[in-house]
């Protein structure tokens, strides 16, 4: 028997599924649900403003975002099944590819993958088309609705937090049931070039200008206090699967502080891929190095994360599991 939509369902029985074993429906969902909350409160902010007589200037404004704010709420619910149908088909493929030839198996994936990430991408496409609605209703609408302004405000920016998965090798580090670990796993084979075209393999990343931390300004207007990577201190080091300024720029819509070396003060370390030396041996950069040496003094919270525990904690899922105490440094290879 096929399941109603989730618009159909009652709370309990969406949060029953919620809570299932079922893969789906999952944080796209409910994100989506996060999403048509935060139209909805907003929607009944608008009414409130609107039958108050002290606001007859921002009435007919009023009313028009009560309609966009309704049209968006039943978008949202849409995109709910949506994203949960996708994500099972994803897994199903997933399935039933692995005895495909090499080429075809990775071709489906990269297919699958990327259905699987365009419902998360339009949340957060159009909730941030939302959000100067939402700004506005908050400055000029019902004072006595103020609580719910801010709360129909904070629910859409999580909504927007939620889905903004806009890397493909984010998305697979974000889900720890995905064995591909790397974006280079879903790539196509490259035919053989002759010896005579073939690059000497690289041993160094090639030279970038420097990235200046205070030039990346937040793009959210508010941060929520109890997020892990609040007002906390963030170094990068090594190459990551996103552009680090990119890499900067989600920790900074969280509340962090990025800083460009590694002291006592520092909270986290990031620590991406390391470029190998002569030989082919692994090499450590001069920022981990720093890193392990305050570990051993036993006087820092300075914590060494892997890129994969950095998006983690980025959406909240690693806070629980981060020591009291600072960590201990790896073995240095």
């Known amino acids: 028997m096929e399941k109603k939509a989730f618009r159909e369902r009652t709370i309990n029985d969406f949060l029953d599924d919620l809570g299932s074993r079922s893969p789906a429906p999952g944080g796209g969902a409910a994100a989506g649900l996060l999403g048509a909350q935060a139209c909805a409160l907003a929607e009944m902010v608008c009414h409130l403003t609107e039958s108050n007589k002290n606001y007859a200037q921002f009435h007919e404004k009023a009313g028009e975002y009560a309609a966009v704010f309704n049209m968006a709420r039943s978008i949202f619910l849409d995109l709910m099944d949506e994203d949960a149908a996708n994500f099972l088909e994803l897994m199903e493929t ?107 393999p690289r041993v160094s990343p090639a030279y970038r200008p420097p990235i200046r931390p205070k030039e990346i300004r937040p793009q959210v207007s508010f941060f929520d206090p109890k997020h892990p990577l609040y007002q906390k201190a963030v170094v990068f080091t090594g190459e990551l699967s996103i552009d680090r300024r ?84 790896a073995t240095k290879p």
């Open 94 to 200: 997933l399935r039933s590819i692995r005895n495909l030839p090499l080429e075809e198996r990775q071709e489906k994936q990269l297919e699958a993958f990327k259905k699987a990430i365009a419902v998360p991408r339009q949340m957060a496409q159009t909730m941030s088309e939302l959000l100067p609605s939402f700004t506005n209703l908050l400055l000029k609408g019902n004072k006595n609705a103020l609580s719910d302004s801010i709360m129909a405000a904070q629910s859409a920016i999580a909504c927007i937090q939620a889905n903004h998965c806009l890397n493909l090798g984010e998305f697979c580090f974000s889900q720890p049931h995905i064995r591909i670990q790397e974006v280079a796993d879903l790539a196509l084979p490259v035919a053989p070039q002759p010896p005579s075209q073939r690059r000497k």
């Open 246 to 329: 990119e890499a900067m720029q989600r920790a900074v819509n969280v509340g962090a502080v990025i800083k460009t070396a590694v002291s006592r003060k520092t909270d986290f370390l990031v620590v991406g891929r390391q470029y190998d030396g002569p030989g082919g041996t692994a090499t450590v950069s001069n920022k981990e190095e720093k890193a392990r040496a305050i570990l051993a003094e036993g006087k820092s919270n300075l914590c060494l994360l892997t890129e994969a525990e950095f998006f983690r904690l980025l959406q909240g899922s690693l806070h629980h599991t981060l020591p009291a105490e600072p960590r201990a440094a």
